[in-house]
């Protein structure tokens, strides 16, 4: 597993919530569940290119954003001040990907504790 496939994961991700029917109004008043996960996604991507940031934190957002992703207690809908919106199948099945993705390049890169 490469960086590069597991940044592309990330990527699609992104793609996908900005193609959510809410995206753009979200985006120019920079508040609700979508803006907020495509802010945290697009930092997470950023975070991966970075020389600086450690790679375990970069996998640890991809496994909170899934979390997230697929909250069904309230979290992030409280979070994001009680937006209900729902993302659909395809941003959920590109989360889990990115997820999957992330456990694979840091199994490759040892990058778990033992």
Same mark, same amino acid.
């Given at each position: 597993?490469?960086?590069? #496939?597991?940044?592309?994961?990330? /990527?699609?991700?992104?793609?996908? $919530?900005?193609?959510?029917? /809410?995206?753009?109004?979200?985006?120019?008043?920079?508040?609700?569940?979508?803006?907020?996960?495509?802010?945290?996604a697009k930092n997470t991507l950023r975070?991966?290119?970075?020389?600086?940031?450690? /790679?375990?934190?970069?996998?640890?957002?991809?496994?909170?954003?899934? $979390?997230?992703?697929?909250?069904?207690?309230?979290? !992030?809908? $409280? !979070?994001?001040?009680?937006?209900?919106?729902?993302?659909?199948?395809?941003?959920?099945?590109?989360?889990?990907?990115?997820? /999957?993705?992330?456990?694979?390049?840091?199994?490759?890169?040892? $990058?778990?504790? #033992?």
């Open positions: 597993m490469s960086l590069a #496939a597991f940044e592309d994961s990330i /990527k699609a991700l992104i793609s996908s $919530l900005e193609a959510h029917e /809410k995206f753009r109004g979200q985006q120019t008043q920079q508040s609700g569940k979508v803006f907020f996960m495509w802010d945290f975070m991966s290119q970075s020389n600086t940031e450690p /790679k375990s934190n970069v996998m640890q957002r991809c496994i909170f954003a899934n $979390l997230l992703f697929h909250d069904t207690t309230g979290t !992030l809908t $409280l !979070l994001c001040g009680g937006d209900t919106t729902e993302f659909g199948d395809d941003v959920k099945q590109k989360s889990a990907d990115c997820e /999957k993705k992330a456990g694979e390049w840091e199994a490759a890169q040892n $990058l778990t504790s #033992a």
